[in-house]
């Protein structure tokens, strides 16, 4: 049973900077890939960054300001979260997700409140 962990999440003024932890159980290089999303109230979730077949994407809103990276320990996965704007206020998400063929199968951990505000 593959389990997510996020840690890290808070209250940060604009400008300021967060980073966020997701620790899976396994080894997280069996995944076919790690993202991070976010859902703001009233929003749908959306892909602000993830790895997957060896690439990295982030979205626009973010290109410049956040980093995704894995961990030594390799079942975690970070995301440095710079220069943060009150519209980056959100639950965070890690999500991991294995393809069986034509199925995929998708894990999500419970989420982290982030707020940035003055």
């Known amino acids: 049973q593959v389990q997510l962990v996020e840690s890290g999440g808070g209250l940060v003024q604009p400008g300021g900077s967060l980073r966020l932890s997701c620790a899976a159980s396994?080894?997280?290089?069996?995944?076919?890939?790690m993202n991070w999303y976010r859902q703001a109230p009233g929003m749908e979730r959306e892909l602000v960054a993830g790895?997957?077949?060896?690439?990295?994407d982030y979205a626009d809103s973010v290109k410049g300001r956040f980093t995704i990276s894995r961990g030594n320990a390799k079942n975690t996965v970070y995301l440095q979260m710079n220069s943060l704007k009150p519209e980056d206020t959100a639950v965070y998400y890690c999500n991991a997700f294995i393809v069986r063929g034509t199925t995929t199968f998708h894990y999500w951990g419970q989420g982290t409140q982030v707020t940035v505000s003055s």
């Open positions: 790895f997957t077949g060896g690439r990295t």
């Open positions: 396994g080894n997280i290089f069996s995944f076919n890939g």
